[in-house]
């Protein structure tokens, strides 16, 4: 298999030459809390399972989902014109140098919501033990509306450069100021789809990996 | 830091120039000590009432961001500790949603209709690169504490 690599400071991008895909691996080093005293230590199954889980919520949510299409007089470009370019999300659990410190607190409970979120600079993200359930935000009236979203896999979007740090008005969708508060069933605002302006950051990021290669979004599915 | 010097110029060493200096009157004045006999009365000026910090209260935010854990806390506890903030907005419950917003719906949960009309206070403050939210409602009669998030300017939710 050939591959081309970057490594950034987000993620590790690997480009499969032969079968024409590309996978995004970011390195996580987790950080385990409590939300309270009562709860018991994390275990080492409870940790795995927590890595598992995420790597599972954000595969289903953003991984085989953008189509990417090649142009270019690269013999890549070349042999791949025309055909749909896959891009595929991984988690690595590392011990040292992470893309990502991810501080994960036991909640207390299932109910009880803690506020995830990424800090860009800093590289952190803070998760919590619920945030694989859907959790479901409704409205109304006059329409009784209601949008369910992964947290896990929404923070997942703004590690991908879907934050305001990367690009000015990218960030959470939902601020009122955001050109896409409307857009509620979007992954970056309050539900689970994604969009194209999702893959912005990491098309930047492909561009000039190869020479003569230039990438953009080809559809969604 | 030109409106800050236009400040210092108006007002002398009156005023101070943290970035995160509320813009806002307070309805309670701030304790001002009595002058010593001795020295020169100055007349009130609308900035004297302002609600000014306490030294520290903004303390540097790398990372992710904490709670100052405020819950419980009214409005003039939280104006005495961080001074007036620089906005302050109400909405109904239900008409906010995402993670920012999670502490709304843990203690008004959405799915019951009658949560979504329950009127909230959202008050934030900025000091250089920091930034402070504190959500309230109304408990008895008075606006009380009960989410906060301190984070830095670049954290997304």
């Known amino acids: 298999m050939s591959h081309a690599t970057k490594d950034t400071s987000w993620c590790t991008i690997g480009i499969d030459t032969v079968a024409g895909k590309i996978v995004v691996q970011e390195r996580w ?34 991984s ?5 299409k090649v142009d270019g007089s690269s013999e890549f470009a070349k042999r791949f014109r025309g055909r749909e370019i896959p891009v595929f999300m991984d988690l690595r659990w590392v011990l040292a140098k992470p893309h990502w410190t991810v501080h994960v607190t036991k909640a207390n409970g299932r109910d009880v919501f803690i506020k995830s979120r990424v800090g860009w600079s800093a590289r952190v993200i803070e998760l919590d033990t619920n945030d694989f359930m859907e959790r479901e935000k409704c409205f109304g009236p006059p329409k009784d509306l209601c949008v369910a979203q992964i947290p896990v896999a929404h923070e997942f979007g703004h590690t991908m450069g879907n934050i ?26 309050r539900g689970n789809e994604l969009r194209d302006r999702h893959f912005n ?15 953009s979004l080809g559809r969604l599915q | 830091m030109i409106a800050c010097a236009r400040v210092w110029v108006a007002l002398g060493a009156l005023a101070s120039c943290h970035r995160g200096e509320p813009p806002v009157k307070t309805e309670r004045p701030p ?33 992710g961001g904490f709670s100052f854990e405020l819950k419980g806390l009214p409005q003039e506890r939280v104006s005495e500790r961080f001074g007036s903030p620089a906005e302050r907005e109400t909405y109904r419950a239900g008409d906010r949603g995402g993670e920012f917003y999670v502490g709304i719906e843990n203690v008004y949960p959405s799915k019951i209709p009658a949560n979504r009309d ?22 008895d009669g008075v606006w009380v504490a009960f989410d906060d998030i301190y984070r830095n300017e670049d954290v997304a939710f």
């Open chain 1, 29 to 62: 080093q987790y950080v385990w809390l409590l939300q309270s005293s009562r709860l018991s230590r994390w275990t080492l199954a409870e940790k795995q399972s927590f890595h598992a889980r995420a790597g599972r919520a954000i595969w289903n949510a953003w």
């Open chain 1, 64 to 68: 085989n989902r953008a189509m990417l």
């Open chain 1, 164 to 189: 305001g740090a990367v690009h000015k008005g990218r960030s959470d969708e939902y601020n009122e100021k955001s050109l896409f508060a409307e857009d509620l069933a979007s992954m970056m605002n």
């Open chain 1, 201 to 215: 950051h990491l098309i930047h990021e492909l561009s000039g990996m190869m020479a003569d290669t230039v990438f």
């Open chain 2, 31 to 63: 304790d001002v000590k009595p002058p010593a006999a001795t020295a020169k009365v100055e007349p009130p000026t609308p900035e004297r009432v302002l609600q000014k910090p306490t030294p520290n209260a903004f303390p540097p935010c790398p990372g």
């Open chain 2, 118 to 139: 329950v009127p909230i206070e959202e008050w934030t403050w900025t000091s250089g690169e920091c930034i402070l939210t504190v959500w309230f409602h109304r408990v």
